[in-house]
Structures are given as C-alpha cells and as structure tokens.
C-alpha cells in the first residue's frame, strides 16, 4: 500500500535529490517540481537554469519519479528579489534566501502543491524526521 502523495521541490542539487529518494524508498508517492525562480541567467555555464534544471531532471530519471517544472519568477522577483534590492538601497543587506523560504517554498510551491492533490512537502532543507501533526510539511 502506498503512503501519501509529497511534492518534493527539486533542484537537482544533493539536499533535494537525497530527500526525494529516501522518501521514494519509504514508499510514499513522490513527483518532482523544478521551481524556476529566475529569468536570466548570466551566461555562466555554472547554477545557470538550464544547467539546474538538466541535473534535477537526471535525478528523476534515476529515481523514477515525474518531474514538472513551475515558473515562480515573478513571485521571486515581486516579493523577494525587490525587497532585496530596496534594502540595499538603505544600506542594509537583507538575506534573500530567508524570504525565498517563506514567499516561494513556503507560500508559493506550497499552495500549488495543496490545489494539485498532493499530501506533503519536501526540500531536502529543514529536514524533519517525523511529521508535526496537523503539518503538510515533510
């Protein structure tokens, strides 16, 4: 019997791929969003979007899971990225990973995650080794 439907947020980095095969080993139900949260890269041929999105889709491959990919964007930019730069601009420098987890990770992948039947969450980041109850948080 399987257990509950997770999305897991995949970046292809080792966190994300890690936690989407131990929850796969554990049984439960597990596909894979790819969170574009940037336009532009720079050219690099390193963390570059298309190099991320490459290695987060090996992993499926690997593992067996479905991987989709959801553009966020414009949430990053609107409710993370200009917040950071209107804290610059005053000489503070704001940490934007802390609102990518609260606005994207936990706000914007989250609710997509609920409106598309999933049980849980995962990172690969805040790693929990039980569930909180009343939590859709693994």
């Known amino acids: 019997m399987s257990k509950a439907k997770v999305l897991i947020g995949l970046s292809g980095g080792v966190d994300s791929s890690v936690a989407a095969l131990i929850l796969k080993r ?16 720079d050219g690099s041929p390193y963390c570059s979007v298309k ?4 290695d987060a889709t090996f992993v499926a491959n690997q593992i067996k899971i479905n991987l989709d990919e959801i553009n966020f964007s414009k949430e990053y930019k609107d409710k993370v990225f200009n917040f950071f730069l209107e804290g610059l601009k005053v000489g503070k420098t704001p940490n934007p990973d802390v609102l990518c987890n609260k606005e994207i990770k936990f706000d914007s992948f989250y609710n997509h995650a609920m409106k598309n039947g999933y049980d849980f969450i995962s990172t690969g980041h805040y790693v929990r080794n039980k569930t909180s109850k009343g939590s859709n948080f693994l």
């Open 51 to 54: 190099e991320d999105f490459l």
């Open 26 to 41: 554990d049984g439960y139900d597990v596909d894979a969003l790819f969170m574009r949260n940037w336009e532009d890269d």
